[in-house]
């Protein structure tokens, strides 16, 4: 297999269904983990509908190693990946030491109404691209938060972002929902609109 092939994983290839109503987050940590596993690697979505049912409700991509880098991708877009996490993001490093997230591109991305957010960037060099969400999480909820990381780019996003603050408000931070992105240092957001 030509090494190129081998750092590719299918994530139906790891169990993971697609048809909207199956558990697919099993499989797809699975997958992830076995990236992670191989010192890094590219995840790719098919067309299809991924549900993140059981707990956490969410998925990790994180290890002990900083120089790992794992890209999730739907090359035909928008899969929808939907989580069920109450309390946290829909995609982040979890409690690993290290944020392996290297590009997500390509979801429509849901998560619980009382989560913290879709997908939380602590690393360096990150890219978050071509994907679409509805932001209308009740309780301290936002689309990206990379308040932490550096240099994320943010590219080509698009949704709705339901908000219970006026316009120009002086204090608007990432609280009830109001925050679309949440950028750190030498962050940049690009071509979006919610």
Known sequence: MPERLAETINVKDWGAKGDGSS????????AINEAI??????????PGNYHLNSAPGCLY???ENPDIRVHLIAPVP????????????????????????????GFALYTGDYAAGLVKLEGTQQAVQNCWSDVGIPVGGCAVDASLANGALLSQWSGGCKGDHAANDP?????????????????VARDCRF
């Open 23 to 30: 558990d697919d987050r099993p499989a797809i940590q699975n």
């Open 37 to 46: 596993r191989r010192l890094g690697g590219t995840l790719i979505f098919p």
């Open 61 to 63: 991509v994180g290890s």
């Open 78 to 105: 928008y899969p929808i990946l939907q989580g069920s996490n109450a309390t946290g993001f829909l995609i982040s490093r979890g409690s690993s030491i290290y944020d392996n997230i290297g590009r997500i591109y």
């Open 171 to 187: 204090t608007p931070g990432p609280t009830t929902n109001t925050v679309a992105f949440w950028l750190g240092s030498g962050c």
